[in-house]
């Protein structure tokens, strides 16, 4: 007879689950609003068409003085494309946005659905493909339990503009909401001042968000588990050297809420144990247990360059110092048959939020298969 599972440590009843949590983990993390398998490669085309049109951060400014939006594209799979939009009104209200946009090869048709947030309850709009200088999405906002017929109307302005109008219909004829002019972001995001974290680890087996590959678990150097509480990490501060205050790795330093395309919620807490060292222990919520996966993040001051490793090894992958908006790593994930080549990047989208992304390789395309965006806590 097993006793209890030990504190921290997932336990797993035979090789059967052990494969079934391993397919869910990968499945849950990557597949998002995807579609149906085999419709990825009929929707490919149009997709890749509408996120070379937006794929990227927008400024915006609303009908009003004082309101605006920043709008942060990413193709989000093979039919799938995820909005980050940061709305400031007038009024002085704050929220985001997460905006989906799908498209159904099938139908040939666009599904724009967005859950709740702090402007309405939910957002459900369909449309054609983006083809002409106008891309329409008509349906229904939902406002205190209250369905009223919605419309979103792009209107490209070239390469490096659009307009976003929304409207409602009263009475039978469609009323202006409001419009954001929107100019594509190509300045260099502002500095940060780096401070150093203090944080206990957990120890747990390891599920890569990726791969859902299950390694070892980590090594000797054991230390509680950190409580609950422990929402905000401990900052004290340290000295700066000239490399330090230009990387923008050291901003992530603290916790921060994540959500995955596919739904799921994490916490990601990033510690600093020594000089050159970042800890990122990500718990991933499936359901309802907890799955920690660490990984490290060691800066090479010879050769310039940031390594990041799951322990275990189910991804390894190599970046330059972190001084523009996004800090891409070339690396790779173990699979069954082998390492197969990974991208994994992390793109600012204001100074409290960033978006995380896998790609892989598709028919010699890089895309998307795993993501998530995170909110500072």
């Known amino acids: ?43 490919e085309a149009p997709v890749t068409r509408v996120a070379q049109r937006l794929e990227g951060t927008w400024e915006c400014r609303g009908p009003v003085a ?3 939006s920043r709008e942060v594209y990413a193709r989000g799979g093979p039919s799938t494309i995820v909005l980050h939009n940061a709305v400031h009104t007038a009024r002085g209200r704050e929220g985001v946005v997460h905006e989906t946009f799908g498209y159904d090869a099938a139908r040939a048709r ?43 109307i792009y209107t490209s302005r070239g390469s490096d503009a659009y307009r976003r109008e929304h409207q409602s219909r009263s009475g039978g004829v469609w009323q202006a909401d409001g419009a954001f002019e929107c100019r594509r972001e190509r300045s ?33 150097h054991r230390l509680p588990t950190p409580r609950a509480s422990h929402h905000v990490a401990l900052r004290i501060p340290v000295p700066q050297t000239a490399a330090m205050s230009s990387d923008r790795v050291y901003s992530l330093i603290g916790a921060w809420s994540c959500r995955t395309f596919g739904g799921l919620s994490a916490t990601h807490t990033f510690t600093r144990p020594s000089t ?35 322990e275990g090894g189910a991804y390894v992958g190599t970046a330059p110092r972190w001084l523009g908006r996004i800090w891409v790593f070339d690396g790779s994930i173990a699979e069954r048959s082998g390492r197969v ?10 100074n409290r939020a960033f978006l995380r992304r896998f790609e892989r390789r598709q028919n010699g395309v890089w895309t998307t298969y795993a993501a998530e965006t995170c909110e500072r806590r």
């Open 1 to 43: 007879m097993r006793g209890p599972p030990k504190a921290g440590v997932t336990f797993v009843e035979d090789s059967r689950m052990r494969f079934a949590l391993t397919f869910a983990l990968a499945l849950a993390a990557a597949v998002a609003s995807s579609g149906p398998a085999g419709a990825a490669s009929d929707a």
């Open 66 to 68: 004082g309101s605006t």
């Open 110 to 152: 666009w599904n724009l659905s967005a859950p709740m947030n702090p402007f309405f309850d939910v957002l459900q709009l369909d449309a054609r493909d983006w083809r002409a200088q106008q891309w329409v999405f008509t349906g229904t906002q939902t406002v205190q339990n209250v369905a009223r017929p919605t419309r979103i």
């Open 188 to 220: 260099a995001a502002a500095q940060f001042v780096p401070a150093i974290a203090v944080l206990r680890r957990t120890a747990a087996p390891l599920h890569h968000p990726a791969t859902g590959v299950r390694t070892a678990v980590p090594a000797p």
């Open 276 to 310: 050159d060292t970042l800890l990122l222990l990500n718990v991933l919520r499936i359901g309802d247990r907890d799955y920690h996966i660490h990984e490290t993040f060691r800066f090479d001051p010879a050769r310039q360059i940031w390594s990041n490793v799951t």
């Open 341 to 350: 080549p990974v991208k994994m990047s992390y793109a600012e989208l204001d």
